[in-house]
């Protein structure tokens, strides 16, 4: 087989890398643990690999090479093109987008840059410094501050009016000397999963706090999830392919998952605006790709082969 991908028969062998060193490890050892059931449900012969620190262990733990590598870690190092950029030197192929589709999706600023070059939907924002945010607003109230680049909305805040913890975030801040600062979109919370060419549905998720945060996205009865949303049709079709069109973008490859905000306080139509792209979508038990594979008639199993039957890598 060669090393840029190819049909794999149900007895190849699989690495899993799941953990790893992120502030969301925890989500990607469920999304692992997971992901390592469905595939020795489906036939391939399963190698688990906890990712630590210690990159010279997984370099060992993936000798011999494996058929291919299920990418399954989240986060900084394993979403960012770092651990893909290992796994193309070392020839082996893997799910999911790679180096340069995953570094940019991970860095917030870039990636907003592209999706306004390509004319998608942004919400309005700006770059700042984090120790400015304690002396004043970098924006008119309500607005949104969040990290460059982490994920599953880890150092996300909204500042309303009348809120006063402004300095508390920027003195307890341990993202770096910079942060995001982008308008609040009010509305409804809409997602949309990408396999290679095809949007799979438009999923509204109805948090059990008014932010969808990361305990809401997976702690038990954070969320709920409506299946397909109950919009306009013609803004449940735009969002397919914002979602295709910004996966296009950026390069990406597999499956991901594009996160709008929709405004229809002002009655439907609403108005759509793309929030990010997830390379790595959560595989956890209250994700949202399964859920909408399973939509569309594709259990988890074969949700998972689809990805190991087209990992790839660059040589």
């Known amino acids: 087989m060669s090393a840029g991908g190819g049909a794999r028969s149900a007895r190849s062998t699989v690495a899993v890398l799941y953990g790893g060193i992120s502030a969301e490890r925890e989500v990607s050892l469920s999304s692992g643990q997971q992901v390592i059931a469905a595939l020795r449900d489906a036939g391939y012969n399963v190698r688990p690999i906890e990712v630590t620190d210690d990159l010279p262990a997984l370099i060992a733990a993936l000798t011999p090479k494996p058929d291919a590598v299920f990418n399954a870690l989240h986060g900084r190092f394993g979403e960012d093109g770092a651990i893909q950029g290992v796994l193309d030197w070392l020839a082996i192929p893997y799910t999911h987008s790679g180096v340069r589709a995953s570094a940019l999706a991970m860095d917030k600023e870039a990636a907003k840059a592209i999706f306004a070059a390509a004319g998608l939907p942004v919400a309005p924002g700006r770059m700042i410094d984090i120790a400015d945010l304690a002396a004043a607003d970098p924006l008119p109230r309500p607005y949104v501050v969040k990290p460059l680049n982490e994920g599953s909305s880890v150092g996300v805040s909204i500042l309303r009016e009348g809120d006063n913890r402004r300095a508390d975030i920027a003195r307890a801040w341990s993202y770096g000397p910079t942060a995001m600062a982008e308008e609040y979109i009010p509305g409804r919370e809409l997602t949309v999963a990408v396999m290679d060419d095809h949007a799979l549905a438009v999923t ?71 929030l990010e792209v997830n390379t790595q979508p959560g595989l956890t038990p209250t994700s949202l790709l399964p859920e909408q594979a399973a939509h569309c008639g594709m259990n988890f199993s074969e949700l998972c082969a689809w990805m190991v039957e087209h990992a790839t890598c660059r040589v």
Request: charged content about 25%; glycine content about 8%.
């Open 204 to 274: 509204e998720i109805v948090a059990s706090q008014a932010f969808y945060d990361y305990e809401s996205k997976y702690a038990a009865g954070g969320s709920y999830h409506v299946v397909p949303a109950a919009i306009d049709p013609a803004s449940y079709q735009k969002a397919l392919d914002l979602a295709l069109a910004a996966h296009r973008a950026l390069g990406c490859r597999g499956a991901t998952r594009a996160d709008f905000r929709y405004d229809d306080t002002k009655g439907e139509p609403g108005r759509l605006v793309l």
